[in-house]
């Protein structure tokens, strides 16, 4: 397994050399230093329609921005939704921090709905956390087959919508210092309707699609350092997950477990921060199809449709330049390596790659709105959210 995780630490290692010289700098700087004019004024006025005022006043309890946002996706056409961002709590309940929660209701023009809740909660001046992520929607996916060599295969392509309830809290509590440890669960059950394919030979994978419900307890052991778990600018993030699964479908149980770690350097007196991310989602047992590790979507491997290519185990690397420009404006560039494989020893006997540059928007300190465009081996892929990717 040596070979396999020396990917992974050259990654780690690059992004650690480029940035440890710098590491007590703490402040971002700009591109250009922004100040206040009759334009950026005007924008504020239009912005603050919206809620989306920079500074966050706890005084004023919950406060709202909305966000209206247009994408578009090859499986799910041109869609409309909303992006509503609240923000709670006294700064010292959350060491600093306030709690946060968005919503993200959407439709498009091929009938995918959904809706997305996020909330991260802090109390007790940040000695304990309850994060809790809820998803319901009836949206378009696809699915090539499982591992590496079914991913590169077009003629694998089954287009299907699935309905998915998945419901995910986790609480953790200081231990001491910066270290935390807590428990999750998970359930989560899909449907999946309206299978389409082009070629014959993918009727076979399209005959894998089959409902499933399955739930699970997680183990949560986290050394977080960061200055703010949604946007940070400085610190490190070590995170071990250990799950324990029943798939109620199929009468088996299988487990899950999740490696992650990332740091955050201020470039300064160099404009910008440098992010980096690696991770490791593995499985052991028989893991249904919806429950596999995948590459792709919003949060890693940029550039690939999320469910082309997924497999028992998966690792991957991602490393970010992220540059306040001007005003409220930011651009990031970023780029990411990853795999999968039936076994760990099959890890990084094939790499996947991407790159991709997007836009920010701050809505609020430490909250951006952000439109991503990456680019994989198979073309280019549109991303709408809130929030930084890691």
Do not use: C
């Amino acid at each position: 397994m040596r070979h396999q995780l020396t990917h992974i630490a050259l990654i780690a290692a690059a992004a650690l050399s480029a940035a440890s010289p710098l590491h007590a700098k703490e402040d971002i700087v700009p591109l250009f230093e922004a100040t206040s004019n009759s334009t950026t004024e005007t924008l504020d006025n239009v912005l603050g329609v919206f809620g989306a005022e920079q500074a966050y006043e706890p005084e004023k309890g919950l406060n709202s921005s909305y966000i209206p946002a247009v994408f578009y996706t090859p499986e799910q056409g041109l869609g409309v939704g909303l992006l509503y961002v609240g923000l709670y709590g006294d700064l010292e309940e959350g060491a600093g921090q306030p709690s946060s929660m968005v919503v993200n209701p959407y439709i498009s023009t091929n009938g995918s709905i959904g809706i997305t809740f996020s909330n991260k909660h802090f109390y007790n001046a940040g000695d304990n956390r309850v994060f809790t992520d809820v998803k319901l929607f009836d949206d378009a996916a696809v699915y090539y087959g499982r591992g590496y060599a079914n991913g590169q295969q077009d003629d694998n392509k089954v287009n299907f919508k699935e309905q998915v309830l998945d419901i995910k809290p986790t609480w953790l509590t200081r231990v001491k210092g910066d270290y935390f440890v807590g428990v999750g669960g998970n359930v989560k059950s899909v449907r999946p309707h309206d299978k389409e394919f082009e070629d014959p030979s993918a009727e076979p994978l399209a005959s894998e699609l089959t409902d499933n419900t399955s739930y699970g307890v997680f183990l949560s052991n986290v050394y977080d350092t960061r200055d703010n778990v949604t946007n940070a600018s400085k610190g490190t993030l070590l995170q071990a997950d250990l799950g324990f699964y029943h798939d109620a479908t199929h009468s088996e149980n299988f487990g899950k477990y999740s490696l992650k770690a990332s740091q955050y350097h201020a470039l300064a007196p160099v404009p910008g921060l440098l992010a980096w991310q690696v991770q490791a989602n593995l499985t052991s047992g028989n893991v249904p199809w919806n429950q596999l590790p995948d590459l792709g979507g919003a949060d890693a491997m940029r550039g690939y449709i999320l469910g082309r290519y997924r497999d028992n185990q998966m690792m991957m690397g991602q490393v970010e330049y992220r540059l306040p420009v001007y005003w409220r404006v930011g651009v990031v560039f970023w780029g990411a390596a990853g795999t999968v494989a039936e076994d760990v020893s099959g890890l990084w006997d094939k790499t996947l790659a991407s790159a991709g540059t997007g836009l920010r928007l701050k809505i609020k300190d430490k909250v951006n709105v952000r439109a991503d465009i990456g680019y994989g081996e198979h073309g280019g892929t549109f991303y709408f959210h809130v929030n930084e990717v890691f």
